[in-house]
């Protein structure tokens, strides 16, 4: 999902609203607080895959974090 918002969705900076309202529209029973903790929690490195890790680019922004 984030990948999609990303590539399709106008920009490298996602929010917390963006990604959940989208996830809302695709039929998801997760609540904003779920999205925003795990978009959060995306924001330290990956053990597992998919691997994507996403770094803070403001108050409930993130943005895909550069690989190092």
Not at 50 to 65: D, I, K, S, T
């Amino acid at each position: 999902m984030v990948e999609a918002l990303a590539v399709g969705g106008g920009g490298r900076v996602l929010t917390v609203e963006l990604v959940y309202a989208a996830m809302a529209a695709s039929g998801t029973a997760w609540s904003r607080e779920t999205v925003a903790k795990t978009m959060l929690r995306m924001t330290v490195p990956a053990r597992r895959p998919p691997f994507v890790q996403l770094e803070r680019a403001g108050v409930n922004q993130y943005r895909y974090a550069e690989p190092m």
